[in-house]
Each structure stands twice: as structure tokens, then as C-alpha cells.
């Protein structure tokens, strides 16, 4: 176990110092004692570090693949880097891509200005993972994750999605929500004002007011 969180600590230390600039995306209680090379990190990294994040993995014993699948719109695969040893897996993306409901091999990314959001608005911790996402941010990031990828909300993510947005400013969520899910934001407000979000995902693709 103090080899996988020394390694864990280490690769953030690293990309920190190396003015990598990155975010994690979620499951941020499960860092570092529960992560494994099932429970992977996840990370969104600027496309401008893409060079400097690879020099810095490898230097650190990872070994990198990318993901399978068709990307549409300018949607990219997700990069894995893996330390079989140490049992670690870090799982980056260089722009916010989800599961299309048309086609789950289909990946389609979401409006840059949001993708960029992300970075922007970051919230330094003090975790040595160091970055996590705005409250708007992470509350967007899970209702998309949670419908596209998922297709369900598990208790966990429900439990942090309504934590999220009672931090949240609400003008600001609800202006993100449009740009993704345009009318159907109104139908996802009403569910986390109302903090009932188990059904989200049967709600949504269920929503007639187009």
C-alpha cells in the first residue's frame, strides 16, 4: 500500500512541478488507498501538456495506451497510464467526452467553453492531488457522466451531486446545464432542487418538451 501512495503522491508532485496543468475529476475520496488499476484516477489535462505529461509518466514507470472507440466532433480517445506493479491507473482526457445515447461506442465532447471551464475555474485543495473542479463544474461534469456514460446514478454519485450543487451559484449551473441539455435543463434543476436525482437518467431520456 505505501508503495502505491508514494507512487500516487509522487505523479502528482511531478506534474505540479512541472506546470502540467490538470484537474481530477472525481472520486477524489478514494485517492490514494482505493484506487487500483480497476479504480482509476481521472484526470483532465490541458491539450497543450499533452508532450509534457507523457515525458513526466514515463519517467515515473507508466506504460500508456489509448482508448478504442469512435470519437465524432472533435471528441478524443481517453489516455491510460498504467504501473502494473504499484497497482495504479491514471485515466486522462484532453477535453470533457461522453458516451453518445445513440451509440455507446460513439464518443461526442461537449461545448469547449465548458470543456475549458474546468481548467479555468479549478479549486486548489489541500490534498496532494491538488486540483478538483468548481462546484458548477463537478455538478455538470457528474449528470453528464452519470447519463451518457453511466446510464444511472449510483448512491455515491447521487449523495455528491446534490452536496455540489447546494455549494453551487445557482445562475451559473443552470447556464451550463442549457448548453448540454437545452430545455431538458429545466427538468435536471427541478431534480436537484427537489435533491431527487436517482432517476436522472430515465427522467431525462424519457423528457418530451422539445
Same mark, same amino acid.
Given at each position: 500500500? /505505501?508503495?502505491?501512495? #508514494? +507512487?500516487?503522491?509522487?505523479?502528482? %508532485?511531478?506534474? =505540479?512541478?512541472? $506546470? ?17 488499476? /480497476?479504480?482509476?484516477? #481521472? +484526470?483532465?489535462?490541458?491539450?497543450? %501538456?499533452?508532450? =509534457?505529461?507523457? $515525458? ?28 502494473? %506493479? ?125
Amino acid at each position: 500500500v /505505501k508503495i502505491k501512495t #508514494d +507512487l500516487i503522491k509522487s505523479t502528482f %508532485n511531478l506534474l =505540479d512541478s512541472s $506546470n502540467v496543468n490538470f484537474v481530477v475529476l472525481r472520486n477524489f475520496d478514494l485517492i490514494p488507498h482505493n484506487c487500483s488499476l /480497476k479504480n482509476d484516477i #481521472d +484526470l483532465l489535462v490541458a491539450k497543450e %501538456n499533452i508532450t =509534457d505529461l507523457n $515525458n513526466e509518466m514515463t519517467k515515473l514507470g507508466y506504460s500508456a495506451f489509448g482508448d478504442k472507440g469512435i470519437y465524432l466532433y472533435g471528441a478524443q480517445p481517453h489516455m491510460h497510464y498504467v504501473n502494473e %506493479n504499484s497497482d495504479v491507473h491514471f485515466d486522462v482526457v484532453y477535453g470533457l467526452h461522453y458516451r453518445s445515447l445513440l451509440n455507446r461506442e460513439w464518443f461526442v465532447k461537449i461545448d469547449e467553453p465548458l470543456q475549458n471551464s474546468v481548467l479555468k475555474h479549478k479549486l486548489t485543495t489541500n490534498y496532494f492531488w491538488k486540483y478538483r473542479p468548481s462546484h458548477e463544474d463537478l455538478v455538470l461534469h457528474l449528470c453528464c457522466h452519470c447519463i451518457f456514460d453511466k446510464n444511472f446514478v449510483n448512491k455515491k454519485y447521487s449523495d455528491e451531486i446534490l452536496y455540489e450543487y447546494r455549494q453551487c451559484e445557482k445562475t451559473k449551473i443552470y447556464f451550463s446545464l442549457k448548453q448540454v441539455f437545452f430545455k431538458a435543463a429545466d427538468l435536471i434543476i427541478e431534480k436537484l432542487e427537489s435533491e431527487n436525482v436517482d432517476d436522472l437518467f430515465q427522467s431525462y431520456i424519457s423528457y418530451s418538451k422539445y
